[in-house]
Nanobody, 124 residues
Framework: QVQVVESGGGLVQPGGSLELSCVAS????????MGWYRQAPGKQRELVAL???????NYADSVKGRFTISIDNAKRTAYLRMNALKPEDTAVYYC??????????????????WGQGTQVTVSS
């Protein structure tokens, strides 16, 4: 079973910066991709940024040019650098990862893991 744990959230003023980290643990054969989602009060969870193990990235239009996702495959860690933060970036940020790992009877399974979330609040 794979678990992911986020860290790095907090309170920041508009225009400030934060960096989130997400570490995966457990038996992992291959990292397919890792990503960040967020959910603001009263809104649906939305994709913020996604990165494949090879480095290809995808960003929500609302964060392009301000947020940068990166991955350290050896450390099984994904990062989200958030610059020029706005009040509308306030949300719980969740890490998500897709991996291959051991399944029953020596099979290889496609595994998906979600973190518990970390609060990011942008306010003066």
């Amino acid at each position: 079973q794979v678990q992911v744990v986020e860290s790095g959230g907090g309170l920041v003023q508009p225009g400030g910066s934060l960096e989130l980290s997400c570490v995966a643990s457990g038996t992992i054969f291959t990292i397919y991709n890792m990503g960040w989602y967020r959910q603001a009060p009263g809104k649906q969870r939305e994709l913020v940024a996604l990165i494949a193990s090879g480095g290809a990235t995808n960003y929500a239009d609302s964060v392009k040019g301000r947020f940068t996702i990166s991955i350290d495959n050896a450390k099984r860690t994904a990062y989200l650098r958030m610059n020029a933060l706005k009040p509308e970036d306030t949300a719980v940020y969740y890490c998500n990862g897709e991996y291959s790992g051991p399944g029953p009877n020596y099979a290889i399974e496609h595994l998906i893991a979600w973190g518990q979330g970390t609060q990011v609040t942008v306010s003066s």
